[in-house]
């Protein structure tokens, strides 16, 4: 055998004698073997274990939960009216939207405020959990002819899910949404 063809043998004891490496091959590859046992294999020693510290990231969790459930409990009922406010607003811009389009006389007028109170009532219960019975809709007409504007209020009630002791329990959102008529 020659120095620069060793057999896989001599490096590697178990690897077949048939594959042949080169030599400064072999030396590579045994010099990675060497770094990279010392760097992966190498493991830190555990420290002992602190009797005082055991139960210190349960205590710091017990401590950090109700501030972080009340947190999460403001967000869900901030995002709850947020999402009511849209609605009720939405739904007194469609219902204005509609009377703008639809102007009405003395005749039509009985038709008109129920059709517009329906287009508002169709828009309320777009949403889920909506109960379009507790909304308060108000139509009515602003000004004269030419520059008269058909108005829509929508007023609906909303209960927080925790008394805040900061904020009311209860509170009335009210939307107004005014269009000059289209003629």
């Not at 939405?90 to 204005?96: M, P, S, V």
């Not at 102007?103 to 508002?120: A, G």
């Not at 828009?123 to 019975?133: A, I």
Request: hydrophobic share 45%; charged share 20%; aromatic share 8%.
């Amino acid at each position: 055998m020659t120095t620069q063809n060793r057999a896989a043998e001599d490096v590697y004891p178990g690897l077949p004698a048939r594959h042949t490496l080169n030599a400064g091959l072999t030396g590579l590859l045994e010099r990675m073997l060497v770094i990279t046992s010392r760097t992966v294999c190498r493991r830190p020693a555990k420290p002992a274990a602190d009797s005082t510290r055991s139960g210190l990231a349960a205590m710091e969790f017990a401590a950090v939960l109700p501030i972080l459930m009340a947190v999460l409990a403001g967000t869900a009922d901030y995002c709850r009216f947020a999402s009511t406010a849209m609605t009720v607003a939405n739904a007194a811009r469609c219902g204005a939207g509609y009377g703008c389009m639809h102007p009405y006389d003395t005749f039509t007028q009985e038709v008109f405020l129920r059709d517009c109170r329906q287009v508002v009532v169709n828009e309320l219960s777009t949403t889920p959990g909506f109960d379009v019975s507790k909304a308060t809709i108000t139509i009515e007409r602003q000004g004269v002819a030419p520059d008269d504007r058909s108005v829509v209020t929508v007023s609906y009630p909303f209960r927080t899910v925790i008394h805040w002791a900061f904020l009311p329990r209860e509170t009335t959102i009210v939307r107004k949404a005014a269009l000059p008529m289209v003629r």
